[in-house]
């Protein structure tokens, strides 16, 4: 089973919002192996320059050394046909373009995209992981 995070699911989880528990069990999950979680390193930059808005730069900076060291997230870095699939999904529907690589990595392997995001209901057919 895979499934997709977005930017909505992880500041949840790092600022320690009611979404915690359920994204420490889809991690906890990962980590055994029970499941495939996977970001797009839009969505990772994404929560990198709110982290460092909100906490500083030393946050944000200690964030993407965990997503690459002990975070048990497959980090997807864009392909162009990714980003052209994005720009459609964006000109589309009323997301943000950063939720649009979300929506798109979800749909592109087959996967449920774990978000609270209330624009991304907006998406028919999209498969979502509910923390809202």
Same mark, same amino acid.
């Given at each position: 089973?895979?499934?997709?995070? %977005?930017?909505?699911?992880?500041?949840?989880?790092?600022?320690?919002?009611?979404?915690?528990?359920?994204? %420490?069990?889809?991690?906890?999950?990962?980590?055994?192996? %029970?499941?495939?979680?996977?970001?797009?390193?839009?969505?990772?930059?994404?929560?990198?320059?709110?982290?460092?808005?909100?906490?500083?730069?030393?946050?944000?900076?200690?964030?993407?050394?965990?997503? %690459?060291?002990?975070?048990?997230?497959?980090?997807?870095?864009?392909?162009?046909?990714?980003?052209?699939? =994005? =720009?459609?999904?964006?000109?589309?529907?009323?997301?943000?373009?950063?939720?649009?690589?979300?929506?798109?990595? =979800?749909?592109?392997?087959?996967?449920?995209?774990?978000?609270?995001?209330?624009?991304?209901?907006?998406?028919?057919?999209?498969?979502?992981?509910?923390?809202?």
């Amino acid at each position: 089973m895979r499934k997709v995070l %977005d930017a909505w699911a992880i500041l949840a989880w790092l600022e320690g919002q009611a979404a915690r528990p359920a994204v %420490d069990a889809l991690l906890e999950s990962a980590s055994r192996g %029970d499941i495939e979680v996977y970001m797009n390193m839009i969505n990772a930059g994404e929560v990198y320059y709110q982290l460092a808005r909100r906490r500083g730069m030393d946050q944000a900076e200690e964030f993407l050394e965990d997503l %690459d060291s002990s975070l048990p997230i497959k980090t997807i870095v864009p392909s162009r046909a990714l980003i052209i699939k =994005a =720009a459609q999904t964006k000109s589309k529907y009323p997301v943000s373009y950063a939720d649009a690589f979300a929506v798109e990595t =979800a749909v592109g392997l087959s996967a449920a995209l774990v978000t609270g995001d209330p624009e991304l209901r907006a998406i028919p057919g999209l498969k979502l992981e509910w923390l809202g």
